[in-house]
């Protein structure tokens, strides 16, 4: 009985050094060219994760343009794959290659929804939530204040070509953010932003928008998916859907859009995508890419040049 067992185990051993060598353990996965570092914001007395994608192409006099995702864990890989692309074909499109960076949390977590609920949202919704949401002015004052200083000081950025993107809860911060702080960033990409949040309490900075010089008007593409106000019947129960009913999305959306183009200084530069077919949870993609090639169209206005004093 020895024997034989001897027998298969050698004969077995015989067909693995036939084979070759064993296989070598599996290894994380690693995008090219990103790196990662944590840091604790003094504005909002919170960690972060943040995610960097450095282009391998040397950058344009001026710097590399900037694109900041925010949801950074989900968010960032997408991006940075756009901008590997873009810098593969930057001899065929003339477009510069893009440093992106992501703003993430710490974990493991696609989405910290707790996290992101307190530092995109606009104002407290009800009694007793302070601390839990309304965290946007905090949030961007890290952004601008803390993040950006420390990543200009890693890479060649150019200040004049920066871009923030956001959904959901991300695309009303990135709203916020652009009726409100319009010399921030050079463009604002908002998929899906949540108007409706909090009685539509991002509005009360449109009016002040609209009042803008031409020359301090940004970039704003607003997208939404066609089917966001349609949830598929059958599959939710009838209190999510009365929920959702009480916060559309298309339709507040497609208003914003009209209104703000219906403006002389902001109609050539607000774009509006109403994609068919996609839902909340995936349209967040192709705003995202189409949000990239609408940041990279931007033009060389000498409008840009004003407003490196007014964000610093």
């Known amino acids: 009985m020895r024997t034989t067992t001897l027998r298969r185990a ?4 015989a067909l693995a050094l036939a084979a070759g060598a064993a296989p070598a353990a599996d290894a994380p996965v690693q995008l090219p060219g990103a790196r990662q570092f944590d840091i604790t ?14 282009p391998d ?5 001026a710097g590399y343009p900037m694109l900041v995702v925010l949801d950074g864990n989900a968010a960032f890989p997408v991006a940075a794959f756009l901008a590997r692309s873009v810098a593969s074909r930057r001899e065929r499109t003339g477009h510069p290659p893009v440093l992106v960076v992501g703003v993430g949390y710490p974990g493991e977590a696609d989405f910290d929804v707790s996290a992101r609920r ?12 302070e601390g839990q949401e ?7 004052d890290f952004v601008e204040r803390e993040l950006r200083p420390r990543l200009a000081a890693r890479h060649p950025v150019d200040p004049r070509r920066q871009a923030l993107f956001g959904h ?6 990135v709203l916020h953010a652009a009726l409100t702080r319009p010399a921030s960033f050079s463009t604002y990409v908002a998929s899906s932003p949540s108007i409706w949040w909090n009685g539509r309490r991002v509005l009360d900075g449109l009016d002040r928008a609209l009042a803008l010089p031409p020359a301090a008007v940004p970039r704003l593409q607003i997208s939404v998916g066609a089917l ?27 208003a914003l859009a009209a209104r703000l183009q ?5 109609r050539e530069r607000v774009a509006f995508h109403e994609f068919a077919g996609e839902n909340h949870g995936w349209v967040w993609l192709p705003a995202l890419s189409r949000g990239m090639q609408f940041f990279l169209d931007q033009p060389e206005a000498p409008a840009a040049a004003g407003r490196d004093k007014d964000a610093s």
Request: hydrophobic share 40%; glycine share 12%.
């Open 10 to 13: 050698l004969a077995g051993l």
């Open 41 to 54: 914001s003094q504005a909002t007395g919170q960690p972060y994760r943040i995610f960097v994608s450095e």
């Open 57 to 61: 192409a040397p950058p344009p006099a």
């Open 118 to 129: 307190r530092d995109y949202t606009v104002g407290v919704s009800a009694p007793g939530e």
């Open 134 to 140: 309304g965290g946007a002015e905090r949030f961007l």
């Open 168 to 173: 959901s809860f991300g695309g009303l911060l």
């Open 228 to 254: 966001e106000d349609e949830p598929p019947p059958g599959r939710l129960p009838p209190q999510t859907l009365a929920m959702l009913a009480q916060r559309p999305m298309v339709s507040e959306a497609r």
């Open 262 to 266: 219906a403006q002389t200084a902001w």
